[in-house]
């Protein structure tokens, strides 16, 4: 248990598991914006990869050096880390690879959030391409029967801030039919880039409206403080026990894969 | 939104929604030990009322007393409570009540979090008595399938803290036969008086042991920021709803009910 | 066993649990006219109260007058009795105060009858504000799969018998809609006091159309011989365990509690 | 609308859907003695077939028959009728071939009766092969998560009225074991053949025993009632239309299948 | 295990389970067509019966000739064998009346391979009438969440092949609501009798097309090699154990019901 | 549509996602032996990797290899290809990469193939940790109802072929268990390197055992022909739309990882 001196304090990652920093700065920008006293927050994004997750394939290209990212993050002492894509890549594999920061995930938070909320929920996304995946997460989260309808935007991950005008009107339009239609009464920003709309969107449509910036932002916050004084993170009892570095090194992973060798050592 | 002096200051409201007083005090200082920075707490219980609520008729006498505290707590001016009991007594009733207030509850909550941390989780009862409620709880919540077991301790609520190496005895062995046999990666203590054990009890089983009081507390604290910031809380669409001044008025319910003139002008 | 002379004799109670005895007078007229030979029914409302319970603090208001009204009415020797209020209020608490006496729900009954007559059925409610209660009801009752949709009237329960012409108008609309587009093969009224357009209903749209008010009856005529003469009632063995006259004594809740004395001596 | 006089009258059909008439007498006694007054009931088997319904190849030689014989019945006047064996034999084709006269099956009957009574029940079975067969009914109907259990007495459909001590012996064990360790408030007996032993069960073990030929009996008295007076029985718009005399006599039907003829003409 | 020599080779039965080989010939054709080398296919209908099953009890009325005609079929040495109707008629009888031999049938098959490439499929049938007994085979398959919708053609089984150019018309109509609106990946033509439609019709759309003969059909292929080779067939320990011949004399069921003396001796 | 000269002939790819080439003979002979006639089947393992993916870590490691491994493979004009391990790894990105060529998945094809043989199938595991991860698969695909239970060998990996003897005797007692306690009617053998265990296994239980080695190989061979003949593989129609190669050029990716620039030219 913490000191008194570090009680309230902790560090959080914002990982962007994309291979652009095009949305690091303001990121950063909205959550030392955002956080609570006490938090320090980095935002980092990937050396190398694609630039959106929307396909499957992009994800398995990130997911590696996503893991290595948790991993050395943790041994650098951060409190709790966010992988920031609303498809939660890798959180069996993440809360398999730490030892006890907790990882946070938006699709989880949120979904979670909502129902605590809402009778049923709607979930804006930029495609229709996106929704099987993304539908299988609210089932496999247990929260299938209170997903009142996934509506498409017809907009890519880099369109949502390009106009920002035109987002806000598919928004709008699509979340009124949500709740007026599907029976939605609470709204989900199915992307981490679709930021900075929840506020108008929630005022405009008059019911909840979360966004999957802040809300695992505040998790993260909140689930660094319950592993820092309870020690409550994922069991390792089960489906989230660690490989050994001794396992890895036995193969010689270090020298195949890149990062590997830094990270299980 | 809230200027920045207030900034990271909340007043959380814990009610014990049993007639007796005899855990205010332990719990009072329970979380104001464990608050953050910033947080006020008050515990409050009932007037009158049965001093468990072990049947549910017991909680069907004191959930108006419950409902009308709540919606008093909102007008005092505090930022989120938790209706203390693991039956979640009155979830849709809370939330209709109150106007924006977010209102917290132990079962709830703990199912949420340890979704996050365990494939699947057992909760440690008093009595087989608790367990249809409690699934119908976790089942409503979405959670049925990451139930693993009810472990009954052949306890009543204020069998708990009367002789404790008893109560952590049979803690110990329930929760080893639930991780063992029934898969469960992660407990939850099933009632509000069972705190004061989780800490133990998890150093001696190595999953992670929820307990129901700090569980619902601190996240009374992140929803009391959530709602402050972002004006999340509750949807007023739908089911939610709150019934009108006027109405209640009109039928001159408070010259009928205790504390409903009170609450409701 | 009762002997032979008491064969086919039975006291039905049907609870308004409302502040107003409004529909008392007609629903006792009905009943009389409905119930089979050796029927004695006697409709009885609340002596104080809301007017109705589309509310759930309206809900938790009354509940405790009902709840102690079924125990005395067990004492006085009614044979089976109904909450009449489509959202089955106090279903779990209602088993539990009583020791034998069947207490019989509206939706619980509606929507079991119509399971062994139709594929799929659809309810009609007054308000979008009833729908995720109501849903959550029938999910419990294990018939979320068979629940074609909700069709919402616009309507307060006390318009229903204002103007009947528009109520049917509009009951034919929305049934209309449920059978051909949402695949019902049948319909519910969701609100006891939809009585009295099941038949014109049924004629028009030409499936079985079940009302709140007679199908909840008919139940409880048979779940009174069934008590009498097989002494099937609900299981006091787990969920439905009665609290003790002595424990409610010894916290003097008589005192504290309009009726309670009364009722548990 | 039945005139006043027939008012409580009904006459009942019981179909015991084998090839011997071994229990009918038995039947016809029990049912006359169980009967609401003005009851008239009639106990048949058919003319040919197996004597008992264990495999599935013998439920498929008896169908037709059975279906023929409803058929009949409803043509001479008869108010209900139940298939009389816990596999619920041609549940959805009866309904169909039928114009109005509901048709009642012990499956259906006992696990929606038992659900009104119990959080979850257990089913006494003769032998593990029922048992795939059962559990799909329970889940058809809605029912898969308040099924507690099936225990199997290793008997035959013959052997249960053979020894009844021995029979009474293993079931108040098997129920014994289902009330303790699989959390049943409610025992229902998975075989019509198992009549006579619910009684003495229910006073030995404490928790509501409903036997197989009682409960779908009553239902069916109720059920001829909710048809007389309000035409309520299963719908015909949908997955029960009948098929029309006209296409059964172009393709000679009545010349291919015995019975055929005289049913529909 | 077989010898080298008969290595890819084997005996497909098809039924058509109706009483007119109306599409037989044509049906041989196309098996023949599509068979893999060392494939004997053999398409047999009944003496008797009616021309379609839409209804249930036409059904009933087929079923003890489909199962003696499958049991003759095992005897007579065919490796596999489908049922063809997407009612899948008789899947567990037919399961328990052979020994060995797999019984494939095309609900069953479609489902499963559609699951397989698509994230939800809908199924195009003829009439509402058959949807309720076609959700309830998907949904006992496991498949109920991965359904889109069903989609209704407004046509009878002897419609589809009689201006065919009217049925592609309403088939290409219905696939584009159902892959635009409903979310299907792919689609089911839900009747064997819609044979000849897939390829035009998956080329129009731009999804999978599957229709209900040559997937059940390429099923059977493979399921008969896996029998041979493995010994893999339905399991007999359990719901799918045989009846025994001794038995089905002993009641002299060969006298009593056509052809079953013929293949139970 | 090929022509006749190819019928049945077809190229299968089987890879072992792991950096071991340990089992490849083995697996190479084992496929050769059992292939049909005109099936011609290639083991490949991975050039780096851990030697088993039991840590979910591991298979996030592999994944970039085996989907470009897919990829290059339908490239070279493999027909259909299987990723050898059970915990299906890359499922949704597998399809996704492909245009065309049918990717097979163990755990998938032993679940719908064990659903068509029997009501319940148990899961023989290596360790408990594998067990949260391959639920859900099992649940993904539908089948989460006929699941029996998993059964924990207490080996890892490269312990099954150790002592075949050690790992037999388990086999036996694990799948005893699962028969008679847990209502097994089948088994699936829960890792690919369980291969040579089935056969025994099944004349020791008497109950259908598949493994996971032969069922995926031959479902390829199936899905191979589908494709061939009828252009049945994964929709592209949403979930499994395929990222395009301009995307993936314009942000340098082939530079980035290794293989990439290979594989999407």
């Not at 095009?22 to 006293?37: S, V, Y």
């Not at 948790?70 to 880390?81: N, S």
């Not at 979340?175 to 929840?198: H, P, Q, W």
Request: with cysteine; proline share 5%; hydrophobic share 40%.
């Amino acid at each position: 248990m913490p000191n008194s001196e570090s009680r309230g304090s902790r560090r959080i990652l914002w990982i962007n598991p994309v291979g652009t920093d095009l949305f690091d700065a303001e990121m950063q920008a909205l959550f030392e914006r955002e956080g609570m006293p006490g938090t320090r927050v980095e935002v980092r994004s990937l050396k190398r990869g694609p630039h959106h997750l929307e396909y499957h394939y992009y994800g398995a290209l990130v997911l590696p050096d996503v893991l290595n990212m948790l991993r050395r993050a943790e041994e650098e002492g951060f409190d709790a880390a966010v992988v920031g894509c609303f498809y939660d890549p890798g959180l069996k594999e993440a809360r398999e690879v730490v030892e006890r920061m907790p990882v946070v995930f938006p699709a989880e938070t949120c979904s979670y959030l909502a129902a605590t909320m809402a009778d049923k929920f709607s979930i804006l996304v930029g495609r229709r391409k996106w929704i099987p995946a993304m539908r299988e997460l609210v089932e496999r989260y247990g929260l299938g029967g209170k997903l009142a309808s996934f509506k498409v935007l017809e907009m890519g991950v880099h369109d949502f801030q390009k106009d920002p005008a035109e987002t806000e009107r598919r928004m709008i339009a699509a979340s009124r039919e949500a709740v007026e239609k599907d029976g939605a009464e609470a709204m989900i920003l199915g992307c981490t880039i679709e930021f900075g709309f929840a506020q108008v969107l929630q005022k405009e449509i008059g019911v909840p409206v979360l966004d999957a910036t802040i809300t695992p932002f505040k998790f993260a916050e909140l689930k660094a403080e319950l592993s820092q004084r309870y020690g409550w993170s994922a069991s390792k009892r089960g489906g989230f026990e660690s490989p050994t570095v001794a396992e890895i090194r036995s193969w010689d992973l270090g020298a195949q894969y890149d990062d590997v060798a830094a990270v299980w050592s």
